[in-house]
């Protein structure tokens, strides 16, 4: 014998259930119990690395924490970057890890539980690039004052930990003797953290020493100038 019986109110928490057939000889036994649990609770998530207003030098950062055991767990850039999901193992521990962008990024991770609770919690980190690097390159860098010359401008920019500095701002400056600096206008490193001008065609020099930088700035991290000679002869 089949039967239901329909919106059973539950209380929050663990809620058993029996049933007995009553029928015309009497009421038969018990049978065997069922439990339903009532979960309407956010899970809650702790944060344990990185810490608050973390600040590293690293594209991703791992972000570790513990929230509800098998708790489906996203983090999540504000900045756009990307986000990670993974499951709470049976302790409720977590790591997920996510890319960050140069500045500040505001991480937000989301844990859902079994029941479908969803729970919340956010933290600060601010991506550093350290100490900067550039290397600048010129060609050619020796050209006689008697003919017109261009001159090709390549920087090369990296963050401390030696990967490449891209969408830096770029400022080339060529200083030539018998003539005025030569500036570039402000250009943008590529995805490989280089630059590159060509000037216009440099004439009525006077030979001489002259020298080429290259100022290439980050608004979170300041700037770095790289510099090469350059000599005119007669």
Same mark, same amino acid.
């Given at each position: 014998?089949?039967?239901?019986?329909?919106?059973?109110?539950?209380?929050?928490?663990?809620?058993? $259930?029996?049933?007995?057939?009553? %029928?015309?000889?009497?009421?038969?036994?018990?049978?065997? =119990?069922?439990?339903?649990?009532?979960?309407?609770?956010?899970?809650?998530?702790?944060?344990?690395? =990185?810490?608050?207003?973390?600040?590293?030098?690293?594209?991703?950062? /791992?972000?570790?924490?513990?929230?509800?055991?098998?708790?489906?767990?996203?983090?999540?850039?504000?900045?756009?970057?990307?986000?990670?999901?993974?499951?709470?193992?049976?302790? %409720?521990?977590?790591?997920?890890?996510? =890319?960050?962008?140069? %500045? /500040?990024?505001?991480?937000?991770?989301?844990?859902? /539980?079994?029941?479908?609770?969803?729970?919340?919690?956010?933290?600060?980190?601010?991506?550093?690039?350290?100490?900067?690097?550039?290397?600048?390159?010129?060609? !050619?860098?020796? $050209?006689?004052?008697?003919?017109?010359?261009?001159?090709?401008?390549?920087?090369?920019? @990296?963050?401390?930990?030696?990967?490449?500095?891209?969408?830096?701002?770029?400022? $080339?400056?060529?200083?030539?003797?018998?003539?005025?600096?030569?500036?570039?206008?402000?250009? @943008?490193?590529?995805?490989?953290?280089?630059?590159?001008?060509?000037? =216009?065609?440099?004439?009525?020099?006077?030979?001489?020493?002259?020298?080429?930088?290259?100022?290439?700035?980050? !608004?979170?991290?300041?700037?770095? @100038?790289?510099?090469?000679?350059?000599?005119?002869?007669?």
């Amino acid at each position: 014998v089949r039967f239901g019986v329909d919106n059973v109110k539950l209380n929050a928490g663990t809620n058993t $259930f029996t049933g007995t057939i009553v %029928g015309p000889h009497g009421e038969g036994g018990e049978a065997k =119990p069922v439990t339903y649990t009532l979960d309407t609770t956010p899970p809650k998530i702790t944060i344990t690395s =990185p810490s608050q207003n973390a600040q590293v030098q690293t594209a991703t950062v /791992d972000v570790k924490g513990k929230t509800e055991a098998q708790a489906s767990v996203s983090v999540r850039s504000s900045r756009g970057t990307g986000s990670s999901t993974v499951i709470a193992d049976d302790s %409720g521990a977590f790591k997920a890890t996510v =890319p960050l962008v140069t %500045g /500040d990024n505001t991480l937000t991770v989301t844990a859902t /539980d079994r029941a479908g609770n969803v729970g919340t919690a956010t933290i600060a980190v601010r991506r550093s690039l350290g100490k900067l690097a550039a290397v600048l390159t010129v060609s !050619p860098n020796r $050209f006689s004052s008697k003919t017109p010359k261009v001159i090709v401008l390549t920087v090369r920019a @990296t963050a401390s930990d030696g990967s490449p500095l891209s969408h830096a701002s770029v400022v $080339f400056t060529v200083n030539i003797p018998g003539l005025g600096p030569i500036q570039s206008p402000e250009l @943008t490193t590529n995805s490989s953290g280089q630059a590159s001008w060509t000037t =216009p065609a440099i004439q009525n020099a006077t030979a001489g020493s002259g020298f080429a930088t290259a100022v290439v700035s980050v !608004p979170s991290d300041g700037n770095v @100038t790289a510099s090469a000679a350059i000599t005119i002869t007669k």
